[in-house]
């Protein structure tokens, strides 16, 4: 009996092509993660958008009329339904990423005391502060990032660079004035 351990064929692989085989599903992985986050951010930007747009819109057809924002706050906003039931949260409002809301009369470009009102979205995630200033720059005639001005009643366009500069931390604070 004749043992012939060379010509013996192998079984299974080698530690190398399973550590490469496991480098590439890890590439992969990362690489879909990356683009399903990025989808994910946007998908939340429009969302909350969507859900300011219609609480603007609803406090311009109620206070717009007489010009005067003088009584709008949270109390008022939710006893009338003029928030969206995905903001409602308890007895106050909330943004999507958890932060709360205030809705308060507003006074901007010198007019007439109360003639805007100022939606505070608090605890934005700084990932999602570009799209959605981006965003809400078609919407709102003010637009302020912890609380610096980024768009105002005459700025057509916002700076990229300091979009990127005042969004640039873990969370923030965005001002929202709507005026007639």
Known sequence: MKLNILNKKRKGFTLVEIL??????????????????????????????????ELANKIKANYGVVSNYGGVNNAVVIANNYAPVKMINGGGLSNSFGGAVIISA?????????????????????NVCPKLVSLSTQYFNVVRINGMIIKDIN?????????????NADTVTLDFFGLD
Request: proline letters at 3%.
């Open 106 to 126: 507003a006074t901007i470009g010198g007019g007439t005391a109360n003639n805007a009102f100022m939606i505070t979205s608090l605890n934005v995630p700084g």
């Open 155 to 167: 700025t057509l366009q916002i700076s990229p660079v300091n979009l990127a500069a005042w969004c």
């Open 20 to 53: 490469l085989v496991t480098g590439f599903i890890s590439l992969a992985s990362i690489a879909i993660f990356t683009i399903f986050n990025a989808a994910s951010t946007a998908s939340k930007s429009r969302d909350e958008m969507w859900q300011m747009e």
